[in-house]
């Protein structure tokens, strides 16, 4: 039985990855900052603040020996949402880089003997088009920038960790109807996490580093830095 561990999985894409992975017959191990908020039935819950350093200490100890299959990345905030950037505050501003940018590599580093002695070896970062330059649009300073800046972390890390042959991947999930998407997203949580699920399907042991440090829509389609 293959082994995921998801963040943020009480909630939104998350929650929606953790219930999928747990249908195809996985163990899913689902991280949530509060006791208090159900993990989807059938996971195993863990606490952790990805924003506390101790935490994610805490966390690498507690899963000692255990072997993950993919690591997915998928905790992250969208603090200035619709916010123009005079009413951006620096505080919201460094703490979007912290959850959204070196939280991930963190949590990454933390977790890294974990994923390199299971079979699969995947490292999954949850990004965003948003944090293309090429694809640069108006304002949302503190998330594009701090996508931005995960995206170079873990190109990164990419290289760091490739002699251990783990495939470390960037996906955008695609404008998502969640609490953080809203209503106006364009796709459904299934839609998105059928897609991203297909392309970690692709991933093998012959192909991994060809997908070692890419940055890839829902659909598989690469993105352009």
Sequence with gaps: MPTILITGANRGIGKALAESYLHQGWRV???R?????????????????????DSITALKADLSGV???VL??????????????AEIDDQ?????????????????????DNVSKSERKIIVFTSSKMGSLTLNGAGAYAYRSSK????????????DYASTGTSCLLLHPGHV??????????IDTTTSV??????????????????????FDYDGTPIPW
């Design 29 to 31: 191990i689902a991280a």
């Design 33 to 53: 900052r509060n006791a208090n908020t159900p993990a989807p039935q059938g996971a195993e819950p863990v606490l952790l603040d990805v924003s506390d350093a």
């Design 67 to 69: 072997a993950i299959d």
């Design 72 to 85: 997915w990345n998928n905790a992250g905030v969208y603090l200035d949402k619709n916010q123009s950037l």
């Design 92 to 112: 919201q501003w460094l703490q979007s880089f912290q959850i959204n940018c070196m939280a991930p590599v963190r949590i990454a580093e933390a977790l890294i």
């Design 148 to 159: 931005a800046a995960l995206n170079m972390a873990v190109r990164c890390i990419a290289q």
């Design 177 to 186: 109807k969640t609490d953080m998407g809203g209503t106006e997203g364009a």
């Design 194 to 215: 059928q897609g991203m699920q297909a392309v970690i399907g692709r991933v093998t042991a012959e192909n991994r580093q060809q997908y070692n440090g890419g940055y």
